[in-house]
């Protein structure tokens, strides 16, 4: 197998190894599977839009106790968003993250990534709206009074949100499904509505 045909491969279990929680949702992920067996690129190889359907990492970060969310008020989206990145050319999406958290926040990943929680697949808004980001969604935890340092030329600054107070409305529009879907997924104090 070459470099491409694993790299391809790679993505392709990712996405594989996510639970659909509804009809939606599978339909997003048979349509992603599709996206990557169809042979078309993965990766974004030219800002913002080359090709027009590209792979991203979504990192999304709560406290311990996932009482809280950390979110980055994104300054080309200008969105309230968890933070992540493009996945490079050759990068495993799990590699996507432990650079991306560096880069964005300053920090090692704190613990082993698991596989993602969620995809999505969404039309682009903000100064590059017109693409479209399928999105892989992992979960990570950190401790809140953990320092950290955003990236002043990619964000206006960060902040955590309390499970029931996050900013749905100028969000991506996936983070209350994701938050949905943790709360399904993971046992213990995960309260709230959204």
């Not at 990192?59 to 969310?69: G, I, K, P, R, S």
């Amino acid at each position: 197998m070459n470099a491409a045909d694993q790299v391809r491969a790679w993505i392709r279990e990712e996405i594989a190894s996510i639970h659909a929680d509804d009809a939606e949702e599978a339909r997003q992920l048979k349509a992603a599977l599709a996206w990557v067996d169809s042979g078309a690129e993965l990766c974004r190889r030219a800002k913002p839009d080359t090709p027009p359907e590209h792979l991203v990492s979504y990192f999304v970060v709560t406290d311990e106790t996932a009482q809280a969310l950390l979110l980055v008020d994104h300054k080309n989206a200008q969105l309230w968003l968890p933070p992540g990145g493009h996945v490079e050319p050759g990068e495993h999406p799990r590699e996507t993250v432990r650079r991306e958290l560096q880069e964005e926040l300053g920090l090692a990943l704190p613990h082993e990534l698991g596989s993602p929680l969620m995809l999505s697949r969404s039309e682009t808004v903000g100064l590059t709206a017109g693409h479209t980001d399928v999105s892989l969604w992992y979960w990570l935890r950190i401790p809140r009074q953990q320092a950290l340092r955003h990236d002043p030329k990619e964000f206006h600054g960060l902040s955590w949100f309390g499970i029931d107070a996050l900013p749905l409305a100028r969000s991506d529009p996936h983070l209350g499904r994701f938050v949905r879907k943790l709360r399904a997924t993971q046992p213990g104090p995960i309260k709230g509505r959204i």
